[in-house]
């Protein structure tokens, strides 16, 4: 069975830039969520889909948002791109996110911000 | 809210040396227990899990009990291996929330 896809896998944008990354979830998998790993901040929640549907949000600005589609693929969106915004982006599916239900990841995508 | 801290690393170790990577946690509730693990340019994996108290999760000769009367779900391993330098996260599930709140990582390297 194929493991969550993530693409781009490396990507470098200025500042003002907008950019979309993309996550595919592993098969039959509903759920979706969006982790920001940074040095500083280390890993930091973004976003859970489930059913096309957000069920729950970190504390982010609104320029970061995402989406799911009716095949489970989702993707998030940043806007406005600032410095800070360089960081590995991880994506994770499962059947359904719930607390016990392990969530698998995929390798994340390295945006960096010039 | 829900929180997780580990001990700070990095830690080194020499093969076949004992390893214990210290967390504890602050939930309200009764929160399912992850230890998760990243190889360099890789994401993370699942490496064990508890989702009650006095659970004990093992995996690939770790393990670590849910304990919560200390809040604590410490990882060991009793003979470490050079294939086991990676950093590893500890991570909260509350009943009710739709995410994972991990500790800050701790580094390990293995040297042989």
């Known amino acids: 069975k194929a493991g969550v896809t993530q693409t781009p896998r490396y990507l470098i944008k200025t500042r003002g830039q907008q950019v979309t990354l993309s996550c595919s979830p592993i098969?039959?998998?509903?759920?979706v969520s969006w982790y920001q790993q940074t040095p500083g901040q280390g890993l930091q929640f973004l976003f859970e889909y489930f059913s096309e549907t957000q069920r729950n949000k970190g504390n982010f600005p609104g320029r970061f948002s995402g989406r799911q589609f009716s095949n489970s693929r989702s993707e998030m969106n940043v806007s406005t791109l600032e410095l800070g915004d360089s960081a590995l982006y991880l994506c994770a599916s499962s059947l359904e996110a719930r607390r016990d239900n392990e969530q698998f990841f995929g390798p994340g995508t390295r945006l960096t911000v010039l | 809210g829900n929180s997780v801290t580990q001990m700070e690393g990095p830690v080194t170790l020499s093969e076949e040396a004992f390893l214990t990577i210290n967390c504890t946690y602050t939930a309200t509730g009764y929160p399912s227990l992850f230890w998760y693990v990243q190889y360099p340019g890789e994401g993370l994996q699942l490496l064990l899990k508890a989702t009650k108290a006095d659970d004990k999760g093992s995996n690939k000769g770790f393990e670590a009990t849910y304990r919560k009367e200390t809040t604590s779900f410490h990882l060991e391993k009793g003979s470490v291996q050079v294939s086991d330098s990676a950093v590893y996260f500890c991570?909260?599930?509350?009943?009710?929330?739709?995410?994972?709140?991990f500790g800050a990582g701790t580094t390990v390297t293995v040297r042989a």
């Open positions: 098969s039959g998998h509903r759920s």
């Open positions: 991570a909260l599930s509350d009943k009710n929330d739709y995410k994972l709140s």
